[in-house]
């Protein structure tokens, strides 16, 4: 062994490192943990003990050769191997790593975006409670008892009584119980329904409500508001049309549609080959649903609107697939940082 040994150290000290690949080499045949110094210490523990003390000194010169020559090379060149990282000196002059700032999400974006148009003509905001009362819900609104949005398959129930709210419109109602008119305000938020989650639809999603209440406001108030969005959020170009509806609250009640922005009104199979793509719920506020909230509907009249922030949102970014908003992929949120 001591032979060995004695060879080994002429080697070492013949050996030339002339390469980041080369000390990388020199690393992993010596000091590795299968490496040639390794194997020698477990063969020191085979030898008869009497040669111990000579042969251990040696095998400590040799380790040590081979240490010298390592720190000596890794000076000049960098290990490419990452363990030996902690070799390198930080360099204090270079500029610091940029910190990922992230950005907004583009549902978030898209509500700002609609909240400050509404702003500039005077509506307020304000919220109101996820978890409703019937009454605030559905009664108030004029829904009839048996009405099928209030079934199971539409409403997550909490008890007979309290369900995750399935719309904005709630928070309408609590803020003509709470103000006077004139009201005008707009009500951004998150809505339940059961139902089953795909492309097109998950059992939670958002919305914006508006109501202008004062005293002779007509159907024109409420066109002439909407043209206004409509212009603000999406260009001077885009076509708008009204169609009669039906909702519980309202009366006249409409969806407005708006020109598809993808195919120009062309066709294409955002729009269904229609050309037109629905964005809104609107409608004069029905008087019973003002008389529920203490407001008299003789003196008073009042329009109101409600609108998908997904469904505006997918029209504006081109996405065809609403899961997308709800997984988080942050590939897809980067896309959006800028904005
Ligand atoms: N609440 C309705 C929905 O979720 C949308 C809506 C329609 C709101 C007409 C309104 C309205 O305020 O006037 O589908």
Known sequence: MKQKLEE???KIS????????ELEE???TYLSRKGILNDL????KTIPNEIKKDVGKLMNAVKQDIQVKFNEASGLFHTTNVKSKSLEYADLSLPAELQNIGGRHPLSIIENEIVSIFNKIGFTITEGPEIEDDWHNFSALNFPENHPARDMQDTFFIDKEIALRTHTSSVQVRLMENQKPPLRAIMPGR???NEAVSARANCFFHQVEGIYIDKKVSFADLKQTLYYFVKEMFGEDVKVRFRPSYFPFTEPSAEMDISCLLCKGAGCNVCKYTGWVEILG????????LENCGIDSNEYSGFAFGMGIERIAMLKYDVKDLRTYFTNDVSFLKQFSQL
């Open 26 to 28: 020199f690393r992993l």
């Open 282 to 289: 609107c409608g004069m506020i029905d008087p019973n649903v």
């Open 191 to 193: 809505v339940y329904r």
């Open 14 to 21: 013949q050996t030339v490192i002339n390469s980041a690949d």
């Open 8 to 10: 080994l150290q002429n």
């Open 41 to 44: 210490f477990e063969e020191f």
